[in-house]
């Protein structure tokens, strides 16, 4: 089939496909995952890979279990704008996921890689943003320390700026350096912005026990994707292992246990192994597991065996145990014919055609099945999901010992790590409390006046003149120069950190709410970024593609929410200034 896909060879490879579809109906294969990827290899090697849409599309009717396949050619439709087919694609991709059991773990590693890239990232840009907002206050009290020196602002704001460098110059780890900049700048912020503060610090929790998770389950990942423990449909079985065995203790349950069977039981069905099959299947039956399923395979293995009335009578059982389900109600029908039931076939045939074509992502043709073509029920994900995601105590103390404890949080020991968050966290609050009585230095958000207050930063970061819209100040001389210079620059700054940092200029201008939503999406489009280039540059064929495309359209989406971000910061500061008449003479 490899061999006969190309540019021009839409025919042949028809013939191909339909040839292959009877060999695994007589093996109970349902996907042979295998078969895009080798074909888009060939593409690339041979220079037609640009023209090889139709015959992946061709394939995808065996190999309907293809996460990658469903995806990349969802992409493929939506560059053409063919509507119909990406409608389409992104049903069959639903399917797959739904059903596709062996590839949870590489999803599920995906997704909490992902995550934790966008947490990362979050928390970076609040904790600078945040920092950035404090600045001028923060060196305003640094340099009441040093009021006997001239110039104290300077000495002030050469500190400040070593604790900002400081973390990152010692190596420290960028979550660590982040809790940092945000305890510094707590005094200094209004509520929304602790909790901008507080929600980055929540991330970085979510952070390392999602390090903890990838340190369980990446070995299990790694033998699932040789073809090992849950190696699962669309690829070979090898050393599967007792379901007392699965996840070697990691991910334990009865919903990993009946996965584990699941595994076994689909091997030996397609390996040929008939006994072995119809024994575990039995087992399963009589354990009351997937019962549907279970007499259903157990129906196909007993059919293959020459016992047609036996497995007869499991179609029977299963489609009633599920009238939905159309894969038994299919084969019942089948049987019906070859033992010229035809009284009982016409009854059942409008209830197994109908369902035959539920049955997403496999794309059943009942016109070509004409050779008593049995359906096998998938290896199901079930609830797992659920359970896989569930917090372990296995997380908490694998995530010490993780990369991302050396790579983020370092030099914090793994153990003291969740203790150092939490005071993190504690610390924004009890200086929410603190602030009551202890006066600090605030600076007017729209002209950038100092002063000293103590209570709510929302009551005094608008100072009395930029309240009473008197520009440069009613006196002139030297008091409205002073006073002008200072508007300006605190106007150059502001715009300054909306260019590096955007979102800056919306947090002076008071819109706390909306700058935390803007942080999350500018977040979510650079982890994507993150975690696609990373594997985009490190896997081949059409994961490696995919992947590729995918961080593309991630780093221009980071490319116009910057823009955005700078663009609406500005303008909001602008607007602060101009409902204070800051820009200009009082009129």
């Keep these: 089939m490899v061999e006969a896909a190309g540019p021009g060879k839409g025919e042949a490879l028809e013939r191909e496909v339909r040839v292959l579809r009877r060999v695994m109906f007589d093996h109970a294969i349902l ?31 065996v190999a309907p279990l293809s996460a990658p396949l469903w995806s990349w050619l969802a992409l493929e439709d939506a560059a053409r704008f063919r509507i119909e087919e990406f409608l389409f694609d992104v049903d069959g991709l639903s399917g797959a996921l739904r059903q596709y059991g062996p590839g949870l773990l590489g999803y ?96 970085l929790l979510g952070v390392f026990l999602c390090g903890g998770f990838l340190e369980a389950v990446h070995p299990l ?99 009633k145990l599920d009238p939905a389900g159309g894969r038994a109600q299919w084969n019942a029908y089948q049987v019906y014919l070859q033992k010229f039931h035809l009284d009982l076939a016409a009854r059942i045939q409008p209830v197994a055609w109908a369902g035959m074509r539920r049955l997403v992502p496999f794309d059943y043709r009942a016109e070509e099945m004409t050779h008593g073509e049995l359906i096998a029920s998938p290896l199901r994900v079930g609830d797992v999901w659920r359970t896989l995601f569930t917090v372990r105590e296995e997380w908490l103390r694998e995530a010490g010992e993780s990369a991302f404890h050396d790579l983020f949080f370092r030099p914090v020991p793994g153990k003291w790590v969740p203790a150092f968050l939490a005071a993190g966290w504690i610390w924004t609050l009890l200086w929410k409390l603190l602030s009551r009585k202890i006066w600090v230095s605030s600076v007017c958000r729209s002209c950038g006046a100092g002063t000293l207050v103590v209570g709510s930063r929302e009551a005094t970061d608008i100072c009395n003149a930029c309240r009473a819209q008197v520009g440069k100040g009613i006196r002139g001389g030297e008091e409205s120069e002073r006073r002008g210079l200072s508007m300006t620059l605190h106007r150059r700054y502001v715009r300054a ?35 696609s280039w990373s594997a985009g540059r490190m896997a081949g064929g059409l994961v490696g593609d995919l992947q590729t495309d995918i961080w593309r359209g991630a780093l221009g989406a980071v490319a116009v ?14 607007t602060l200034q101009l409902d204070h008449n800051v820009a200009g003479e009082r009129l």
């Excluded at 080798?38 to 041979?46: G, K, M």
């Excluded at 073809?227 to 050393?239: D, V």
């Excluded at 007792?242 to 689909?266: C, I, K």
């Excluded at 087992?283 to 497995?311: F, K, P």
């Design 108 to 203: 599920a590693m995906w997704l909490v890689l992902f995550a934790s890239a966008s947490a990362c990232w979050f928390a970076v840009w609040a904790s600078i943003n945040l920092l950035l907002r404090a600045r001028p206050a923060l060196t305003s009290d640094v340099a009441r320390f040093f009021k006997g020196l001239p110039r104290p602002e300077i000495f002030a704001s050469v500190i400040v700026f070593a604790g900002f460098a400081a973390p990152v110059a010692c190596g420290v780890g960028i979550a660590s350096a982040a809790v940092f900049w945000i305890a510094l700048s707590t005094a200094y912020l209004r509520r929304g912005e602790l909790v901008i503060g507080g929600t980055a610090i929540l991330l």
């Design 561 to 574: 929410l910057w823009l955005f971000g700078t663009a609406w910061g500005w303008r909001s500061f602008e």
């Design 31 to 61: 996907s042979m995952n295998a078969v895009p990827d080798r074909i888009f290899d060939r593409a690339v090697r041979e220079g037609w890979k640009r023209r090889s849409y139709e015959s992946l599309r061709a394939v995808a009717r």
């Design 497 to 531: 950190c909306s260019i590096l940092f955007p979102g800056a200029g919306a947090l002076w201008a008071g819109k706390e709410v909306r700058t935390l939503l803007y942080g999350i999406l500018l977040s979510l489009s650079a982890g994507l970024f993150t975690v």
């Design 221 to 319: 990942a790694a033998k699932a994707r040789q073809g090992g423990w849950l190696g699962g449909e669309g690829y070979s079985y090898r050393g599967v292992p007792d379901s007392g065995d699965a996840g070697w203790g990691l991910l334990t349950g009865p919903q990993w246990e009946r996965m584990a069977r699941s595994a076994r039981a689909r091997s030996a069905m397609q390996g040929g192994d008939l006994r072995a099959a119809e024994s575990l299947w039995t087992g399963m039956i009589e354990e009351g597991e997937d019962l549907s399923d279970a007499y259903n395979n157990r129906g196909i293995v007993r059919v293959r065996l020459g016992r047609m009335d036996e497995g007869l009578a499991d179609f029977e059982a299963a489609a």
